[in-house]
Nanobody
Framework: VQLVESGGGLVQAGGSLRLSCKFS????????IGWFRQAPGKEREGVSC???????TYYADSVKGRFSISRDNRDTLSLQMNNLSSEDTAVYHC?????????????WGRGTQVTVRG
């Protein structure tokens, strides 16, 4: 599976960004697809995932109520991020979810940088 992220950037605290992921290849080996983030000095964090069978969504506690994941069409996944804070600064990767727990990932893209100032 190939995954390519876009949409990151620099935003002021309280602002919004929308990340997109274009993916290709078969997802049949995976439970879901979603996003994880990696900040310097911090552990990788599964941010949000959606299962492929029934579309159930998962959100990390740190982003609940602010982020929204959606599968826009057959090959595009989005992450709408609102009310951003400096704690959200990280590289965001689109990834395949191996187990449905949004914590073990199989393939992922190079990532897109999100920087929140203020």
């Amino acid at each position: 599976v190939q995954l390519v992220e876009s949409g990151g950037g620099l935003v002021q605290a309280g602002g919004s960004l929308r990340l997109s992921c274009k993916f290709s290849g078969s997802l049949s080996a995976y439970y879901g697809i979603g996003w994880f983030r990696q900040a310097p000095g911090k552990e990788r964090e599964g941010v949000s995932c959606v299962t492929l069978d029934d579309g159930a969504t998962y959100y990390a506690d740190s982003v609940k109520g602010r982020f929204s994941i959606s599968r826009d069409n057959r090959d595009t996944l989005s992450l709408q991020m609102n009310n951003l804070s400096s704690e959200d600064t990280a590289v965001y990767h689109c990834a395949t979810d191996l187990t449905g727990s949004c914590s073990q990932f199989g393939s992922w893209g190079r990532g897109t940088q999100v920087t929140v100032r203020g």
